[in-house]
C-alpha cells in the first residue's frame, strides 16, 4: 500500500516530525522483504487531518500484526498542535487507536521517547517501558568536550592517539565491518544489507547521515558506525568492530565522534538509541549519556496474541 500523499505533506508540514515519520526512508526499510508492508493511519476531525501513525503490517501464527520492522527503532504518532490541546494526549491517543486498521490480532511497536509521558496517560493501549540514552548538546565545542565523564575524556585522548578517523561513503568493506560483530558470535546479521546501503544512500543525500571509520596506525580498518539525523536529533543507529578494536576503545571513539558530527550539524541533542544491557549503558553514561524511557506500546485482541506475548516478556 505505501503511505498515502496526506501523510507526506502532514509530516513534512510537522515541526516535531523526525526520521522515523520519514516516509522515503521507511519504505527503504522493507524493500527486499516480503513480509513487511507499510501504510498509515489518518486521523481526522471535521475534514481535517489532525493526526498520522506509520504502521507496518505483517501476517503471524496469530494473525495480522502492526509491528516495527527491523532497524526502524521509533514508529510514533504526530497530532496537530491544537487538536492536541482541545483534547490532551489520552484522548488524541484513543482517537487514533480507533482508526487503526480492522482486524488485527496486535499492535506492537516503539515511540519515540518524546512521547513516553503522553502514552502514559491513555488508557487505550498498555506501555512497557525501554530504556534509551541521550544528551542534550551544548553551545560551544568546548563545552561538548567536557561531555564525557573524566575518566572517559582520558580514555578518548588515548584512543584520538591510536586511531585515525575517516569519514566516508559506505561501502562493502564498511558493511563487512558492520556485520562483523555478528559474524563473531555466529548469529545472523538481523538485517538486509541492501536496506543499510540505500537507506543510508537516502538520508546521505539530503546531509542526514554520516558514516564513520576507526583506522588503526597499520591503516586497516577496524571499525564502522553509520549515524543518521532529523533536524533535531542525530541517532547512533549502527556499529560495528573488529575484536582487535577492544583494547584501545574503538567503540568510544566512534560515538564520541558521532556526538561531534551531530555538533557541527547544529543538532540539539544525541540518542544512543540503548542499550538495556549493563556494559554499553555504563559506556553511554560515560560519554554523557542520561538514562531517557521510551514506550514499548502494544494492544493484544485475542487469547492467543495475549499468550505469545506473555511468553516473549517472561
Known amino acids: 500500500m505505501g503511505f498515502s500523499q496526506a501523510y507526506r505533506a502532514f509530516v513534512a508540514g510537522h515541526p516535531d516530525a523526525t526520521v522515523w515519520h520519514d516516509a522515503d526512508f521507511l519504505e527503504c526499510l522493507t524493500a527486499y522483504d516480503n513480509i513487511h508492508e507499510w501504510s498509515d493511519a489518518l486521523l481526522e476531525v471535521d475534514g481535517n487531518l489532525v493526526g498520522v501513525l506509520p504502521i507496518c503490517c505483517k501476517k503471524r501464527v496469530d494473525g495480522l500484526v502492526i509491528t516495527t520492522p527491523p532497524l526502524a527503532r521509533y514508529c510514533s504518532p504526530l497530532f496537530d498542535d491544537n487538536y492536541l490541546k482541545e483534547v490532551g494526549a489520552a484522548g488524541a491517543i484513543c482517537d487514533l487507536v480507533d482508526v487503526l486498521p480492522k482486524g488485527y490480532s496486535s499492535f506492537d511497536q516503539q515511540w519515540h521517547p518524546s512521547m513516553f509521558d503522553q502514552v502514559n496517560f491513555s488508557n487505550c493501549v498498555l506501555v512497557k517501558e525501554q530504556p534509551t540514552y541521550k544528551l542534550q548538546l551544548p553551545d560551544t565545542l568546548e563545552e561538548v568536550a567536557m561531555l564525557p565523564r573524566k575518566k572517559m575524556r582520558r580514555t578518548l585522548r588515548s584512543a584520538t592517539k591510536y586511531w585515525t578517523l575517516r569519514k566516508g561513503e559506505l561501502d562493502a568493506k564498511g558493511l563487512a565491518m558492520l556485520r562483523s560483530p555478528f559474524e563473531r558470535q555466529r548469529l545472523p546479521v538481523p538485517y538486509d544489507e541492501r ?120
Not at 571499525?223 to 584501545?248: K, L, M, P, Q, V
Request: glycine residues 8%; aromatic residues 10%.
Open 195 to 314: 536496506v543499510v546501503a540505500s537507506a543510508y544512500s537516502l538520508l546521505a543525500s539530503k546531509g542526514r547521515a554520516v558514516c564513520h571509520y576507526a583506522i588503526d596506525p597499520n591503516g586497516i580498518m577496524q571499525g564502522a558506525t553509520i549515524c543518521i539525523s532529523d533536524e533535531h536529533t542525530a541517532y547512533c543507529w549502527i556499529a560495528g568492530s573488529s575484536i582487535e578494536a577492544r583494547s584501545n576503545s574503538c567503540g568510544s571513539y566512534l560515538l564520541a565522534a558521532e556526538i561531534n558530527w551531530a555538533f557541527e550539524q547544529g543538532l540539539k541533542e544525541v540518542d544512543f538509541l540503548g542499550s538495556a544491557l549493563a556494559g554499553p549503558a555504563e559506556n553511554r553514561r560515560q560519554l554523557g549519556g542520561v538514562l531517557h524511557p521510551y514506550p514499548h506500546v502494544y494492544i493484544d485482541t485475542n487469547f492467543m496474541t495475549k499468550a505469545l506475548r506473555k511468553w516473549r516478556m517472561r
